[in-house]
């Protein structure tokens, strides 16, 4: 268990619809990234978030969006679904945000179904 | 901008064989991260490399950092069952963007 947790487990949902994907970070770290792995693929870098503020912004479409909240958490909001978004959603979190600090602890994920 | 090659794709290894993945860089690194993902299962920290030339080892597994800071590499001794999974790099150049290699998947015939 690395400390983090992501709500919910799986969400199946229909295109063009819109979801939002939940994550808590670890007790006492600033950081929350998001990332996007579709089947067998490697891990798309989505987006991270320090202190409640964007830091680094990856291949994110404009469809999605995120925010980091004052307790932390952050939620992923991920709008006009298409089938190609079917995939599964990590969130991680590390301590600080750059450098040696940013050893990333990893969610158990969500799996997003679009049908 | 700031490349990671990570390579092989895949290795297909017999149980008992040695197993090695490699990271280049583009760029010189901050620092280099290496994590294991099982089939299933979410991306695990295994070990942080700073230091040139830098050596780690965890039981069977190898770490090294390139002392330009610009590779790196994984080495299993003795492959088990259990190795199986994507292994992954993570390079830092100091700033807030972390790029993850592409990884490498590892299948242990037993």
């Known amino acids: 268990d690395s400390g983090v947790t992501q709500t919910p487990k799986h969400l199946i949902t229909a295109t063009g619809q819109r979801v939002t994907l939940r994550c808590s970070p670890r007790?006492?770290?600033?950081?929350v990234y998001w990332y996007q792995q579709s089947l067998d693929q490697g891990l798309q870098f989505l987006i991270q978030?320090?202190?409640?503020?964007?830091?680094a912004k990856g291949n994110i479409l404009e469809r999605f969006s995120a925010q980091q909240f004052p307790d932390l958490h952050s939620e992923l909001n991920l709008s006009s679904l298409e089938l190609g978004d079917s995939a599964l959603y990590f969130c991680?979190?590390?301590?600080?945000?750059?450098?040696?600090?940013?050893?990333?602890?990893f969610g158990p994920g969500t799996r997003l179904t679009v049908l | 901008g700031q490349q990671v090659m990570q390579i092989p794709q895949y290795q297909h290894v017999q149980e008992g064989e040695d197993f090695t993945t490699y990271c280049n860089s583009s760029?010189?690194?901050?620092?280099i991260q290496w994590y294991k993902q099982r089939p299933g299962g979410h991306p695990v920290f295994l070990i942080q490399?700073?230091?040139?030339?830098e050596v780690k080892k965890q039981k069977r597994l190898t770490f090294q950092f390139g002392e330009a800071k610009k590779n790196s590499s994984l080495h299993i001794t003795a492959t088990q069952t259990t190795d199986v999974g994507t292994y992954f790099c993570?390079?830092?150049?100091?700033?807030?963007?972390?790029?993850f290699g592409a990884g490498t998947r590892l299948f242990v015939k037993a």
């Open positions: 991680a979190s590390s301590v600080g945000g750059s450098g040696r600090t940013n050893t990333q602890y």
């Open positions: 007790s006492g770290d600033l950081s």
């Open positions: 978030y320090y202190n409640g503020e964007e830091r």
């Open positions: 760029t010189t690194l901050s620092n």
């Open positions: 490399l700073v230091k040139s030339g």
């Open positions: 993570a390079a830092n150049t100091g700033g807030f963007k972390t790029i």
